[in-house]
């Protein structure tokens, strides 16, 4: 089953992003289903298909399926691109081609999805501890940080939300970093962020927004050590009582 999933997904990974150039992409957008460049992106799928699956034809009907849901897939998209969010349809897009990838893998090697795993301890445990280091954190944070206003710390110059975004990728690294036993990768990511930051931490002549940062960024991970360290402690004990 993962041997057929994985050549499945490198067969998508090459037609949809290794073969598909940007022109291709334009003139689709621009002519919809009467695009040329439609019917040779799938042509393209077509062939990694075959080239992934070694000219096996005993898959022939997986083959069929995946090339013609991706083709209707993608008259979709593109007759809806006007009208949805750019983010959310490419997303859309992707979850449906994989879910299809999905299905032809289940025709040929079945496998069986228990709903009870979702609502297992350390499954719940997990997505308790990831919510807590992007959404729950960066609440916390701002609601503690609201202390002090600082108009150079403003988002007028910078891409919207960009300092949210920011502080629950980094939590997120430092949160993997501890579950995979690479406490030094912490370490490398203060060191980074310094550097990205310099510019602002070394304006000594206004030493309010260099302690803002540093408050800033020392909450954000210790708030991830916190949960990093919980997630741990926790999970241990799931597995002895297990």
């Known amino acids: 089953m993962i ?20 022109k291709w992409v334009n003139h689709k957008e621009t002519h919809k289903h009467k695009s040329k460049f439609l019917y040779w992106h799938i042509l393209v799928h077509f062939g990694a298909l075959i080239l992934v699956l070694k000219a096996d034809f005993s898959f022939w009907l997986g083959i069929l399926i995946i090339i013609v849901s991706h083709y209707v897939i993608d008259v979709i998209k593109l007759h809806l691109k ?3 969010n750019n983010r959310l ?3 859309l897009d992707q979850f449906a081609h994989l879910l299809f990838i999905a299905i032809v893998v289940s025709m040929y090697e079945p496998y069986e999805f228990n709903s009870n ?4 301890p350390k499954f ?7 919510l807590g280091v ?3 954190s960066s609440i916390l944070m701002k609601t503690i940080i609201s202390k002090w206003y600082l108009k150079e710390d403003t988002d007028e110059e910078s891409l919207e939300n960009a300092g949210s ?5 980094e939590r997120l690294f430092v949160f993997a970093f501890i579950v995979t036993q690479h406490w030094e990768g912490i370490g490398f ?15 000594a002549k206004d030493r309010k927004l260099t302690e803002y940062i540093l408050i800033g960024t020392l909450l954000s991970f210790g708030l991830a050590i916190l949960f990093g360290i919980s997630y741990e402690y926790v999970l241990s004990l799931i597995e002895t009582v297990n």
Request: hydrophobic fraction near 60%.
């Open 3 to 22: 041997a057929l999933t994985i050549k499945l997904i490198l067969a998508h990974f090459i037609g949809d992003f290794l073969l598909q150039p940007q």
């Open 82 to 84: 006007p009208k949805l």
């Open 89 to 91: 349809l490419f997303g």
């Open 117 to 120: 795993m979702l609502y297992a």
């Open 124 to 130: 719940l445990l997990l997505i308790t501890s990831l």
């Open 134 to 136: 992007t959404v729950v």
């Open 165 to 169: 975004y920011i502080g629950m990728l």
């Open 189 to 203: 990511l203060i060191a980074a962020k310094s550097v990205f930051r310099f510019g602002d931490l070394s304006k």
